[in-house]
């Protein structure tokens, strides 16, 4: 059964350090989409793309935050400066389409920890 | 946020028994809902979805209800497993977005 998969699983980077995260989605569908969930709050959306350009973003994608599909297969988040309070499990997420079934499908997350 | 609210922090039951989670929207924007099962270091599992022209959808053990007019869905597991203890979260798509709005999740123990 096809599946989102993302790596690294863990990292663990100092603050104002950049990382990237990587996601694969599942390779017929067209929507891309990140979440993270800080440890003991609810899952919230960061944004989604879809056609090379992102086509939702939250309150909290701000311009430390950048999402790429550098080839036909990969999507990436990448953090430029790193804070403590971007600690958390980021979950990539993708779909067939946005309208009609809206079922996201997701990786099993990265784990980051900023210190 | 809170426009998707699961109120029960927690649910045991006995295996084989029923297992009934809640959430509650405020949104009425929202058009399509849906239920996923996380573990713990996993990411959220999709079990089953609902749009809002039906009021019910049923696959296998799992059924999901809406009531528009309370705002209110439901996700019934019958008959509860063991497997099935984890964090049961549900989400909510407005009809002109692709962005899922989660509840806070909650956590279902299945006791043998």
């Known amino acids: 059964e096809p599946e989102v998969t993302q790596t690294p699983s863990h990292q663990v980077t100092q603050m104002g350090q950049e990382v990237i995260l990587r996601c694969v989605p599942i390779?017929?569908?067209?929507?891309f989409y990140w979440y993270r969930q800080i440890l003991g709050q609810k899952v919230e959306f960061l944004v989604s793309?879809?056609?090379?350009?992102?086509?939702?973003k939250s309150e909290i994608f701000d311009d430390q935050f950048s999402v790429e599909r550098p080839d036909g297969s990969n999507f990436t988040l990448k953090i430029r400066s790193t804070k403590l309070e971007d600690s958390a499990m980021y979950f990539c997420?993708?779909?067939?389409?946005?309208?009609?079934?809206?079922?996201?499908?997701f990786g099993p997350g990265t784990r980051l920890l900023v210190l | 946020d809170q426009q998707v609210k699961q109120n029960s922090p927690s649910l045991s039951v006995q295996e084989g028994r029923i297992s009934i989670l809640n959430c509650d929207y405020t949104?009425?924007?929202?058009?399509?809902f849906l239920w996923y099962k996380k573990y713990p270091a996993e990411g959220p599992t999709f079990l089953i979805s609902i749009s809002s022209i039906k009021d019910k959808n049923e696959d296998g053990r799992f059924t999901v209800f809406l009531n528009k007019s309370a705002k209110h869905l439901s996700l019934h597991i019958v008959p509860s497993q063991p497997g099935d203890s984890a964090v049961y979260f549900c989400a909510a798509v407005k009809a002109a977005g692709n962005k899922l709005t989660f509840g806070g999740g909650t956590r279902v123990l299945v006791k043998p």
């Open positions: 949104n009425s924007m929202f058009d399509y």
């Open positions: 997420a993708s779909s067939v389409s946005p309208s009609g079934v809206k079922t996201q499908y």
């Open positions: 390779s017929n569908h067209l929507y």
């Open positions: 793309f879809y056609n090379n350009e992102i086509s939702e």
